[in-house]
C-alpha cells in the first residue's frame, strides 16, 4: 500500500520506514514557534521544568505579532518577557519593525522548506503546507516540551484528497476554493485529518493562493492542509532559504478516508457569512448588504500577490464614504515591496490605512475592532461571533478583489460588477 | 448564680451544680431508661465510689470503649468525682489500635461492654481481658452488658457499692480526658484536655445553640470524641436539656428518634444528615420539634446546608474545631444569613482567639489564606507523654497551630479551604492514608501502596488505595478484605486499584492530587458544543487582552454563562468535536482546570484542546457514545484509569477508547513537562547509575 505525502514526512521525521494512520509517533521538529500570546505561556512552562535547555537556539522562534506594537501595558510586558526569554536562550527573536505575521514572515525569512515539520503555538501553523511542510498548531506546553525535547507527539492522520479541476474563472483565487471546500465539507469535516490539495488547477495556482487554502485547513478542523511541494515551491523555497528540502510526493496508491472533487470552471467569488467559514454563498447572493469597514491583508492573504490584487482594484478610485477599509501587510518585507511598486501610494489615495503587520483586528485585538451592529468584510480566516468585536458585529470571509470591491461600493460587491 | 458565670468549674462540680438546678429533670435517655440530673449525680458518684475501692487513685486512666449508651455520662462523670483521667476510645477501633492507645496512655482500668460483635467488631470485653494479659498497669476489665466473665467486674456491682461518694479534688486547669488524634505520620496522640477547657467549650457551644432545659438533644456522633462528649453530651447537660442517645447511627435509626420523640437538636457529621435526606424517612415520621443542631466534623457543601434547611426546617450551625481545642473553636450563629451560614464555620467562640498565619509563622494581611491558630482555654495542655509532638503544635505563646487552612472575611467569618497534609476525612471520620499504606505493604504480593481520599457525595471521600503488585496473583477485592481485617472499619479502603506504576512528580514522589483524579471523579455534566471559539470571546467578552491567563477567565463563562457561577469543583465537561478551536491552545483546559473541572468527555480525540488537556493533566476520555447520550446536569462518575463512565442519572456504563500507552505514560506522570523533565534526566544519566523511584524518595 503507497503511503500519502503526510505519512511520508511523519514517517521520515520519526525515523520509521513507515507510518500508518492512528499510530503514536514522536517526531523531531525542524521548527517551534510561537508568538507573545502563546509564547509567554510556553516560556512559564519551559520555566517549570528542571534543567531544560533549548534543544537547539536556531530553531526556535519566538514572532510578536498578535498585539503589536503593544497595545497597551498587558501586552508590552508580554512581550518583554518573551524578549528577555530569547536574549537569554538565544532563540531567534522578530520583534516590531523586525517582524510579519509569523506565517508570512518565517518562509520569507527561509526558516521552512518543504519537508520539514513546524510544530507552532498558533492554530494557523497549518499554513506551512502551502510549501509541502508538515505545519501543525500546538499547545503552549507542548512547545515548552518541543522547546527542551525537540520533538513533538503526535497521531499519524488520515488524509482527505481534494482534486481541483477545470478552468479558474477571472475573480477566482485559492481563497474561493477552500471558502467553497470547507462549505463543501463542514467546519468539522476534515476532523483530525490531513487536507491534501491536488488537482490541474492546483498545479498552476500562486504560492499565495496556495498559502490562503492551507491557512484555512484548521477551519475544516484539519491537522493540516498539504501541497506537494512542485517547481513552483522549489523556485519560492530556493530564493529564500538555502537549506535543501524534501519534496515528497503521494502514491498513487496512497489510501485516502476520502476524495473530494471540484470542477471549478463555475465558480464565482465566494463569501463566508456570519457566524461559520463554512456558511457560504457566491458573493453575488449577498451583494448589496451595507458594509462599514473592510479589512485587506493579515495572514491569510497578507503576501504581495493579494495586495497586488487589492491594488488592482483599488487604483485611482477611493473607497466609498461610508466606509473605512484597513490594509494590513504580511510581513515588513510585504511592506516594502509594495510601497516599491507604488501599491502603498494606491491605497492612501484610496483612503485606506496602512498598517504595520499585525494579527491585530483579526482576533479583536486592535487596528479595527467592530463596535455594535458593524459589519465588515475582511480577508482573514474566522468568522466566529464576536471574532473582530462586539458580539453584535458581524464578519464576511472573502478574497481580496472582493474586499476591495466592495469597500469601493459601500456594500457587499463582486469585482466582476465594477465598471472598468 | 447562673451557671454561664461560672468559668472555673470541674466537670464534677458541674454536675453537681446541674442536678440541684434540674434535679428531676431528665438528663438523658435509651429506650425506655431515662435518668434524671440527680440520678445521674447520685450514680456517678457511686460508680466513683465502686472506682476508688478498685485501688484507682487521682491521676489514674480510665480508659471507655463503649458505644453511645446511656451509661456513657456516667462514666465521665464517675471518672471525674474519683479525680481520674478519661480515656475514651472508639468502639469501632480494631484490636490493634485499641491496644495501640492503651499502651500509650497505659490505663489501671477500662470500661467496656460485652457485645458478641455484632454490631460492634471485637469482642470488647474479650479484648480488654488480652489487653490486661499484655498491659502491666492495667488491673481492672469493667463490663456493662452480658453474661459475668471472670476477671470482669460488671459496672453494677460498682454501682452498688456502699462506700459514700468521693469529694473531686482536681482543679479546673487538671487533666479530665485523654482523647486521641492521628499525627501527621498516622500515628494516635493523646490529646490532654482540661476541666475547664471542656466544660468552658460546651457552655459557649449551648449558647450558640439557644439551648434551653426544653430542648432534647440527639446523641448519635460518638461519644468517644470530643464533638460527642463535650458538643453534645456536655453542651445538652450545660442548658440543662436532655439527651437520648442513639448506640449506634443509622439514618433509620435517627429517623424513627426524630419522628417519635420530641428531639429538638442534632448533632451530626455531614454525613449523617446526607444519609438521613437520602434514606427519605423524614418525610415518613418528620421531624417536628428539630430546629438545630451543629455540624462538624468534615467540610459540608453549601447544597447540603441548604437541604437541611429547607427540607428539614432545621437551621443548623456550621461548626470548626478538632480533638486539640476540645473541640469546637468557631461556628456560626442561628440569625446568621444564608451565605455565612451555609459557606462558613463562623466566628471563634467567646474566649477563643483565632490568627492566621503564614509558612513561616507570621501573621498574613486581611483576606489572605494561612494557617489558623488557635489559643484559649479550651486548647490542650499538650499531648499525653509526648512533648516532642507538643512543641510542633504548641508554640510559645500558647497558640495552636492546626494544620488547616484558612481564610477571614471582612466579618469575622472564618472558610476553611483544606489540610496542609493529604488526611482524608470519610463520614466525618479523620483517615490517615500513611496508617493503611502501612498495611497494604505488609501483604506479601504488594509492592507499593498509596491511599488517597476522592470525592464522594455522601461521605464527602472515600479511600481508595492504589496499588502496584510484585506479581498479579492477587485481586483487588481480596486486598481489600486483607485491609479491613486489620483496620477500624471507617478507615478501611473502599476501593483498592491495581496499577502497573504509580503517576510521580519529577522529584520521584508519589502525585497523588493526579492519583485521586485518575481513580474516580464524580460531579455534574457541562455540554458544550461545536465550535466554542476562544478567540471569539476576546472581544465578545470586551477583553481583547493579551494575556491568556486573564483571557482563560472569561472564556468558559462566554461558553456558557451559568458555567463559572454555578460550577463545583470537581465537575466535568462533555465535549463535542470541535470544542475550544481556535486559539484555545491551553486557554480553555487551562480555564476550565482552573475553575475546578477535572475531566472531560470528548466525542472524539482531535484538535488542540484535547492534546493541551492532556498535556496539562486533565484527563480525557474519548466516547462519542457518552457525549452524544449525556444531558447537562447529569451526575456522572469516572473513572479515567479503566476508561468507566457511569451516568448516575441515565443509569447507563460507557467505556471509553482506551488511551494509548504512550499517551497514558504522560497522563500517569501528570502531564507533559513531568515527561519532559524524566526524558531530560534519561538523556543526561547512564542507565546504571540512574536511581529507582523508591531511592528517590
Redesign the interface.
Given at each position: 500500500m503507497g503511503k500519502t505525502l503526510a505519512e511520508k514526512i511523519l514517517a521520515h521525521k520519526c525515523g520509521q520506514s513507515e507510518v500508518y494512520p492512528g499510530q503514536?509517533i514522536?517526531a523531531r521538529v525542524d521548527l517551534v514557534l510561537a508568538s507573545?500570546?502563546?509564547g509567554?505561556?510556553a516560556i512559564e512552562?519551559f520555566n517549570?521544568?528542571?534543567?531544560?535547555r533549548i534543544f537547539d537556539p536556531q530553531k526556535v522562534v519566538l514572532v510578536m505579532d498578535?498585539?503589536t506594537p503593544?497595545?497597551?501595558i498587558?501586552?508590552a510586558e508580554?512581550v518583554k518577557s518573551c524578549r528577555e526569554f530569547a536574549r537569554q536562550h538565544e532563540i531567534r527573536f522578530y520583534d516590531v519593525g523586525r517582524a510579519g505575521i509569523q506565517h508570512v514572515l518565517l518562509p520569507e525569512q527561509g526558516l521552512v522548506v518543504p519537508g520539514d515539520l513546524i510544530a507552532g503555538?498558533?492554530?494557523h501553523t497549518c499554513t506551512y503546507g502551502f510549501m509541502g511542510a508538515f505545519g501543525t498548531?500546538?499547545?503552549?506546553?507542548?512547545a515548552?516540551?518541543a522547546m527542551?525535547?525537540g520533538e513533538i507527539?503526535l497521531?499519524v492522520p488520515q488524509s482527505i484528497k481534494f482534486i481541483y479541476y477545470g478552468k479558474l474563472p477571472k475573480w477566482v483565487g485559492g481563497k474561493d476554493l477552500i471558502l467553497e471546500t470547507i462549505r463543501r465539507i463542514g467546519?468539522?469535516g476534515a476532523?483530525?485529518q490531513v487536507m491534501e490539495f491536488c488537482g490541474e488547477v492546483v498545479d498552476s495556482l500562486s504560492m499565495a493562493d496556495r498559502f490562503a487554502m492551507a491557512n484555512m485547513a484548521?477551519e475544516a478542523?484539519a491537522k493540516t492542509g498539504l501541497f506537494a511541494a512542485d517547481q513552483v515551491a522549489r523556485r519560492f523555497t530556493e530564493r529564500r532559504s538555502q537549506r535543501p528540502g524534501q519534496y515528497w510526493q503521494s502514491d498513487e496508491d496512497a489510501n485516502y478516508a476520502e476524495t473530494y472533487e471540484f470542477d471549478v470552471s463555475g465558480f464565482e467569488p465566494f463569501i463566508a457569512l456570519p457566524y461559520?467559514p463554512s456558511n457560504v454563498k457566491p458573493v453575488s447572493e449577498v451583494a448589496g448588504l451595507s458594509i462599514d469597514q473592510v479589512v485587506i491583508g493579515m495572514c491569510t492573504n497578507g503576501n504581495l500577490e493579494d495586495l497586488r490584487a487589492a491594488a488592482g482594484i483599488l487604483k485611482g478610485r477611493q473607497i466609498h464614504p461610508n466606509v473605512r477599509a484597513v490594509i494590513i501587510p504580511g510581513s515588513q518585507q510585504v511592506y516594502l515591496d509594495a510601497l516599491r511598486e507604488g501599491l502603498i501610494e494606491i491605497f492612501i489615495q484610496a483612503n485606506c490605512s496602512v498598517s504595520t503587520p499585525t494579527c491585530g483586528p483579526c482576533?479583536?485585538?486592535?487596528m479595527g475592532?467592530?463596535a455594535e451592529d458593524e459589519r465588515c468584510v475582511s480577508t482573514s480566516n474566522?468568522n466566529?461571533?464576536?471574532?473582530?468585536?462586539?458580539?453584535e458585529s458581524e464578519v464576511y470571509l472573502a478574497n481580496p478583489y472582493v474586499a476591495a470591491a466592495s469597500a469601493l461600493a459601500g456594500h457587499i460587491a463582486s469585482p466582476v460588477e465594477l465598471p472598468a | 448564680m447562673p451557671l454561664e458565670d461560672r468559668s472555673n468549674l470541674t466537670l464534677s462540680s458541674f454536675l453537681s451544680h446541674q442536678a440541684q438546678a434540674h434535679a428531676d429533670r431528665p438528663a438523658t435517655e435509651q429506650g425506655d431508661r431515662v435518668i434524671t440530673y440527680s440520678d445521674l449525680a447520685d450514680q456517678a458518684g457511686r460508680l466513683a465510689a465502686g472506682l476508688q475501692s478498685l485501688g484507682l487513685k487521682a491521676g489514674d486512666r480510665l480508659a471507655v470503649i463503649l458505644p453511645n449508651v446511656v451509661e456513657y455520662p456516667i462514666v465521665i462523670f464517675a471518672a471525674a468525682q474519683a479525680d481520674l483521667v478519661l480515656v475514651p476510645i472508639n468502639v469501632r477501633r480494631s484490636p490493634d489500635e485499641v491496644l495501640a492507645r492503651l499502651r500509650k496512655t497505659r490505663p489501671r482500668a477500662i470500661i467496656t461492654f460485652a457485645d458478641p460483635g455484632e454490631h460492634f467488631g471485637p469482642d470488647h470485653s474479650e479484648l480488654a481481658l488480652a489487653a490486661a494479659a499484655e498491659l502491666a498497669d492495667l488491673e481492672h476489665g469493667i463490663t456493662i452488658e452480658g453474661p459475668a466473665r471472670p476477671g470482669l467486674t460488671p459496672l453494677d456491682d460498682l454501682l452498688s457499692a456502699k462506700a459514700s461518694p468521693p469529694v473531686a479534688a482536681a482543679r479546673p486547669t487538671d487533666p479530665a480526658a485523654i482523647i486521641h488524634t492521628l499525627g501527621s505520620s498516622g500515628d494516635p496522640r493523646g490529646a490532654v484536655l482540661t476541666h475547664r477547657g471542656l466544660i468552658g467549650n460546651a457552655l459557649a457551644m449551648a449558647r450558640r445553640l439557644q439551648a434551653t432545659p426544653e430542648d432534647v438533644f440527639l446523641g448519635a456522633v460518638p461519644f468517644s470524641n470530643t464533638f460527642g462528649l463535650t458538643a453534645t453530651i456536655l453542651t445538652a447537660l450545660s442548658a440543662g436539656a436532655s439527651l437520648a442517645c442513639l448506640p449506634r447511627f443509622s439514618a433509620e435509626h435517627a429517623g424513627e428518634l426524630l419522628a417519635s420523640r420530641p428531639i429538638s437538636i442534632f448533632n451530626a457529621v455531614p454525613t449523617m444528615y446526607a444519609l438521613l435526606l437520602n434514606h427519605g424517612s423524614h418525610r415518613v415520621g418528620g421531624t417536628p420539634h428539630l430546629r438545630s443542631g451543629i455540624v462538624a466534623g468534615a467540610p459540608c457543601p453549601p447544597e447540603l446546608v441548604e437541604r437541611i434547611f429547607a427540607e428539614l426546617n432545621c437551621r443548623v450551625l456550621l461548626a470548626y474545631g478538632l480533638t486539640e481545642a476540645s473541640p469546637c473553636v468557631t461556628c456560626t450563629h442561628i440569625e446568621d444569613g444564608s451565605i455565612t451560614a451555609s459557606r462558613t464555620v463562623g466566628r471563634p467562640l467567646p474566649g477563643v482567639e483565632i490568627k492566621l498565619v503564614d509558612s513561616g509563622g507570621y501573621p498574613i494581611a486581611a483576606g489572605l489564606e494561612g494557617e489558623l491558630c488557635v489559643r484559649g482555654d479550651n486548647v490542650m495542655a499538650g499531648y499525653w507523654d509526648d512533648p516532642a509532638a507538643s512543641a510542633q503544635v504548641l508554640d510559645a505563646e500558647g497558640w495552636l497551630h492546626t494544620g488547616d487552612l484558612a481564610t477571614i472575611d471582612p466579618d469575622g467569618n472564618v472558610q476553611v479551604i483544606g489540610r496542609q497534609d493529604d488526611v482524608i476525612i470519610r463520614g466525618g471520620f479523620k483517615v490517615y492514608p500513611q496508617t493503611i499504606e502501612m498495611v497494604l505493604r505488609t501483604h506479601p504480593l504488594v509492592r507499593e501502596a498509596v491511599v488517597v481520599g476522592v470525592p464522594d457525595l455522601i461521605y464527602g471521600e472515600l479511600i481508595c488505595a492504589c496499588v502496584v503488585l510484585q506479581r498479579p496473583d492477587v485481586n483487588s477485592e481480596d486486598l481489600r478484605a486483607f485491609a479491613a481485617e486489620r483496620l477500624a472499619d471507617y478507615s478501611a479502603p473502599d476501593r483498592v486499584h491495581v496499577f502497573k506504576a504509580l503517576p510521580r512528580r519529577g522529584s520521584g514522589v508519589v502525585h497523588r492530587n493526579y492519583l485521586s483524579q485518575l481513580i474516580r471523579i464524580r460531579g455534574r455534566a457541562w455540554v458544550f458544543g461545536k465550535n466554542i471559539d476562544t478567540d471569539a470571546i476576546i472581544p465578545a467578552r470586551r477583553c481583547n487582552t493579551a494575556d491568556p491567563r486573564e483571557l482563560a477567565l472569561y472564556c468558559m463563562e462566554d461558553a456558557d454563562p451559568e458555567f463559572i457561577r454555578h460550577m463545583q469543583r470537581g465537575d466535568l465537561i462533555v465535549a463535542d468535536s470541535n470544542f475550544g478551536c481556535g486559539s484555545s491552545r491551553e486557554v480553555a483546559p487551562l480555564a476550565i482546570k482552573a475553575a475546578g473541572v477535572s475531566a472531560v468527555i470528548a466525542a472524539s480525540f482531535a484538535r488542540i484542546f484535547f492534546r493541551n488537556a492532556i498535556n496539562i493533566g486533565l484527563p480525557i476520555l474519548e466516547c462519542p457514545s457518552a457525549a452524544a447520550e449525556i444531558q447537562p446536569g447529569d451526575d456522572i462518575e469516572v473513572e479515567p484509569a479503566t476508561g468507566t463512565i457511569h451516568n448516575l442519572t441515565n443509569g447507563k456504563t460507557y467505556r471509553a477508547a482506551p488511551f494509548p500507552d504512550f499517551l497514558q505514560q504522560i497522563i500517569d506522570k501528570g502531564g507533559l513537562l513531568a515527561y519532559v523533565e524524566e526524558r531530560l534526566a534519561e538523556t543526561r544519566t547512564p542507565n546504571h547509575e540512574r536511581p529507582t523511584p523508591e531511592e528517590q524518595r
Open positions: 503514536f514522536t507573545e500570546l502563546s509567554v505561556l512552562e517549570k521544568v528542571n534543567g531544560a498578535h498585539f503593544a497595545k497597551d498587558k501586552s508580554i503555538a498558533d492554530s498548531g500546538i499547545g503552549s506546553t507542548d515548552a516540551a527542551a525535547l507527539w497521531k467546519v468539522d476532523r483530525y484548521i478542523g461559520l482576533l479583536g485585538g486592535h475592532v467592530l474566522r466566529f461571533r464576536g471574532r473582530m468585536g462586539h458580539p | -
